[in-house]
């Protein structure tokens, strides 16, 4: 099963892009890459998916090179609201297991 | 649509005892999953249902750990007896497919084990 190393924790300003990058050097052929996000005292929120190259939705886009060893997120414009623990996952089927990782810690500041 | 919903939200039990969670998958998602966060460590899967059977169970700590779900609807989680190593929160998730994109999950249950 793939495994992904990201950072432990980020700080950035509000207005300000922010990027994440996770590595996964043993991705599958047929993994997928997901994003999570996750606030305090609720259940992780799907982000946004993707296999490679670039994919966009209205929160945020994912950069695969590739190679697909490593991915980015990245949040354009942050906001207070968007601190939060943010988990890169591999996958395809079954249900991330194992490797969910401990995620980065997001703080935005004013 | 309504989300995953997951009862209750806290419990807090003494070791011995007994403590069922349970968790309402989103109507016509096959597949349902449960997880859990120990002590502040990692999310960690627990096992997979497609429908009413159990696809993969092999994050199951242990066999005090019993999980079901009759009907192939909503899905519980029973731990008997809880120890206090059991303390954490348990998440379920749900997906129409069996593919690893686009799960809901529920806010969770946050046990704690006296």
């Known amino acids: 099963l793939a495994k992904t190393t990201q950072p432990i924790s980020m700080d950035s300003y509000e207005g300000q892009e922010v990027n994440i990058t996770c590595s996964h050097n043993n991705i599958a052929t047929n993994d997928y890459i997901t994003w999570y996000q996750q606030f305090p005292s609720q259940g992780p929120r799907f982000i946004i998916q993707g296999y490679k190259t670039k994919v966009t939705n209205e929160v945020a886009s994912l950069f695969i090179p590739a190679d697909r060893k490593s991915s980015t997120l990245s949040l354009p414009r942050v906001s207070l609201s968007d601190t939060a623990v943010y988990y890169c996952?591999?996958?395809?089927?079954?249900?991330?297991?194992?490797?969910f990782g401990a995620g980065t810690r997001l703080f935005v500041k004013a | 649509e309504a989300g995953v919903t997951q009862f209750p939200s806290h419990s807090v039990i003494e070791k011995g005892q007994t403590v069922t969670l349970r968790c309402d998958p989103i109507s016509g998602h096959d597949n349902l999953y449960w997880y859990r966060r120990v002590m502040g460590k990692e999310i960690k899967f627990l096992l997979h249902f497609v429908k009413e059977s159990k696809q993969d169970e092999s994050g199951m700590p242990n066999n005090r750990f019993l999980a079901e779900r009759t009907g192939g609807t909503y899905s519980t989680l029973k731990v008997q007896p809880a120890e206090l190593e059991d303390s954490g929160v348990y998440f379920c998730?749900?997906?129409?497919?069996?593919?690893?994109?686009?799960?809901?999950f529920g806010s969770g249950t946050r046990l704690t084990v006296v």
């Open positions: 996952l591999v996958g395809y089927t079954g249900g991330f297991k194992t490797i």
């Open positions: 998730a749900s997906s129409l497919e069996n593919v690893n994109y686009g799960y809901t």
